[in-house]
């Protein structure tokens, strides 16, 4: 069984017991969140696809951790105009584990 979910812009297909990263949202670590956008969802046996969502459906995750991911450095340079700019960023992340998909 698996669902095809939509949170922060991004789609995920999940799985019980898949962990992923997602981008951050407010909760607190080993809290529960419901991610009720589900755009499809397979039981194994037929497939089901929401318009654009499917009722009633949703993936009940668990928070492992609030993080922020590797720095990437961002440089820009343009040739004989001295012009040089160096930049950062860590992007924030949650990590989730799904415990159950209810459709």
């Known amino acids: 069984m698996y669902a095809i979910v939509k949170t ?22 080993d809290s529960v969140v419901e991610l009720d956008e589900v755009l499809a969802l397979n039981n194994g046996k037929d497939l089901v696809v929401g ?3 499917v009722k009633g459906a949703k993936v009940i995750c668990r928070v492992l951790r609030q993080a922020r991911d590797k720095k990437i450095i961002i440089f820009t340079y343009k040739a004989k105009n001295n012009d040089a700019r160096k930049q950062g960023h860590r992007q924030p992340f949650t990590e989730l584990v799904v415990e159950k998909i209810v459709g």
Not at 8 to 27: H, I, M, N, P, S
């Open 8 to 29: 922060g812009g991004k789609q995920f297909k999940v799985t019980e017991g898949l962990r992923f990263r997602v981008e951050k949202l407010d909760a607190e670590v």
């Open 51 to 53: 318009t654009p969502l």
